[in-house]
């Protein structure tokens, strides 16, 4: 079984997310793709948050990183056998969602896009 197949996102808090997407956008051409996000033609979502978002709790760091899984259920069924906590999973219109913390306290979202 695969668990990871790639990146699916990148995250993270900006003390001002309107200027940094600017400044992003100026400097290194990351257009947004839709208004929250910049998303790359490989699907890989790129994010920032504000400061004060509680989406990234109980984790204190100021980043979240999205892996692609193909199979959400069978990662998540090895991860609960290994005695890792897992919060979810959500279903939504752009997938099957779950997360887990890694060892030092860095949210871990895990993602499994929709059907084609």
């Given amino acids: 079984m695969n668990r990871v197949t790639g ?3 990148i995250f993270f808090k ?3 997310p309107e200027t940094l997407y600017a400044w992003y ?8 793709g839709i208004p929250e996000a910049v998303i790359f033609p490989d699907k890989t ?9 509680k989406y990234f709790n109980p984790s204190q760091s100021p980043f979240m990183i999205n892996y692609r899984v193909e ?9 609960r056998a290994e005695g890792v906590e897992i919060a979810g ?4 219109p752009e997938g099957r969602f779950a997360w887990i913390m890694d060892p030092e306290g860095n949210r871990i979202e895990l993602w499994q896009p929709p059907p084609k």
């Fill in 7 to 9: 990146i699916g996102g």
């Fill in 14 to 16: 900006a003390d001002n």
């Fill in 25 to 32: 956008e100026k400097h290194l051409g990351l257009k947004r």
């Fill in 45 to 53: 979502v790129w994010a920032l948050f504000p400061k004060d978002t």
């Fill in 71 to 79: 199979d959400l259920d069978a990662v998540l069924e090895a991860l």
């Fill in 89 to 92: 999973p959500e279903d939504s």
